[in-house]
């Protein structure tokens, strides 16, 4: 016990309210960690962090990342930033001002405490890439003025604030290129592929491939993620990312949608859909470097990965859409 409070760090996670970031709370706190938990809850919900309510060691501040913010903490987690298209192109300028401003904001306070910084950016910075699968070496194929662009620009100049601050005032910084995750507390409704097929096919409606369903993504499983963003946190000062992380397993769309429908056992149809502007042809993480650097690898597969997602929908779907 007593070494446990000794190691104990004061960690803020912006965006802790979301997904990942409630996932990343819940295990930080296993380890005895006490949690700032920083989110205006544009798509994150207090309901992700509900089971938190009586736990001293956990605090829950709403605020806005593009707004100064002035805490005390030995270790910050940027998570703060809407993920899914249909969130982050709500309200465009705000999604770049969230990965701009925050990052600015977040980098400013970690400078001023002198502590380590870690960055959720995304493998959207490839854009759609021309190098498969991608290395962290790959400076990407990104449409600057599109529609995804507010995501897409708005995280690589964060990624650009976190080098900057890292070579001008030598702060430590660790930054985490996340491919596509999926998992229990995924919102229900933010079209993410996962979420929607899952969804649609526990209710027996038409499962929507956009396109012909010949695009190719990689599914991580939130668990390995989180396990990830730690090993990460934990590397000594040299290493600074980017690192990729995910799992390199790649998946054609149309073969997600046949395996959620096996699965769930619906009788649910395929429908074809319109392909969103600038959609990648195709994402697989290279993670030799996570291996290399953090000994990291994904270790659930992605049947087991839905199984868990589908039951955490049978079990709360009823709840999530009736709220
Ligand atoms: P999410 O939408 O569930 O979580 C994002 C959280 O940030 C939400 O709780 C939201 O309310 C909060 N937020 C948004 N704007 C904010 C602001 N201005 N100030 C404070 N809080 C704000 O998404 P997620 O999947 O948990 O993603 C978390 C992070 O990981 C994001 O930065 C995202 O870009 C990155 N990421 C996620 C994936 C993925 O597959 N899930 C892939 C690549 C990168
Ligand atoms: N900042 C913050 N909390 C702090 C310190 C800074 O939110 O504890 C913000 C503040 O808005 C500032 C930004 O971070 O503008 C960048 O800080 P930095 O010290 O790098 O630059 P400057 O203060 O010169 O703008
Ligand atoms: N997609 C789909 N049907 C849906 C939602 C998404 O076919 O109901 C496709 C989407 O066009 C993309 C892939 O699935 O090719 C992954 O989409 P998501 O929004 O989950 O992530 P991202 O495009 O950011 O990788």
């Known amino acids: ?65 593009t707004m100064p913010l002035y805490v005390e903490v030995d270790e910050i987690y940027n998570l703060a930033c809407p993920a899914s298209p249909v969130h982050y192109q709500h309200d465009p300028v705000q999604t770049t001002k969230t990965s701009v401003h925050g990052a600015i904001n977040m980098l400013g306070l970690a400078k001023r405490l002198k502590c380590r ?9 490839y854009g759609d890439p021309h190098v498969h699968p991608q290395t962290e070496d790959y400076w990407g194929n990104v449409n600057p003025i599109g529609e995804r662009s507010c995501y897409d620009e708005g995280k690589r100049c964060a990624e ?13 910084i660790k930054v985490a290129r996340i491919f596509n995750t ?7 409704a933010d079209g993410r592929v996962v979420s929607n097929f899952i969804v649609q096919a526990l209710q027996g409606e038409d499962i929507t491939i ?45 073969e997600l949608a046949e395996k959620v429908i096996a699965m769930t056992g619906s009788r649910s149809k395929l429908t074809f ?5 600038d959609d990648p042809k195709q994402r697989r993480p290279d993670i030799a ?20 997602t589908i039951a ?3 079990k709360r779907l009823p709840e999530l859409i009736g709220r």
């Not at 910084?117 to 910075?125: D, G, L, P």
């Not at 650009?160 to 005032?169: A, C, G, I």
């Not at 999926?182 to 229900?188: E, I, L, S, V």
Request: hydrophobic letters at 35%; one cysteine or more; glycine letters at 8%.
């Open 289 to 308: 470097k996570a291996k290399e650097l953090l000994d990291w690898q994904p270790t659930i597969q992605l049947e087991e990965g839905l199984a868990k």
């Open 117 to 125: 910084i870690f960055q959720a950016s995304t493998s959207e910075v």
């Open 312 to 314: 955490y929908f049978e």
């Open 1 to 65: 016990m007593a070494r446990i409070y000794e190691s104990r760090k004061r960690i803020l996670v912006t965006g802790g309210a979301g997904f990942l970031g409630s996932h990343l709370i819940d295990r930080l706190l296993e380890q005895g960690h006490e949690i700032l938990c920083v989110d205006n809850l544009f798509t994150g919900t207090k309901r992700n962090i509900d089971h938190l309510h009586d736990e001293p060691r956990f605090e829950f501040m709403r605020h806005d990342v």
């Open 273 to 277: 859909l319109d392909l969103p502007s």
């Open 160 to 172: 650009t604030l976190f080098f900057d601050y890292h070579r001008q005032h030598a702060l430590p």
């Open 182 to 188: 999926y998992g229990p507390r995924m919102h229900h």
């Open 210 to 254: 956009y396109g012909d369903g010949s695009q190719t993504r990689s599914f991580c499983y939130v668990d390995d993620l989180v396990e990830g963003f730690m090993r990460l946190m934990e590397t000594d000062e040299t290493v600074t990312g980017p690192v990729n992380l995910g799992n390199p397993g790649e998946f054609t769309i149309k």
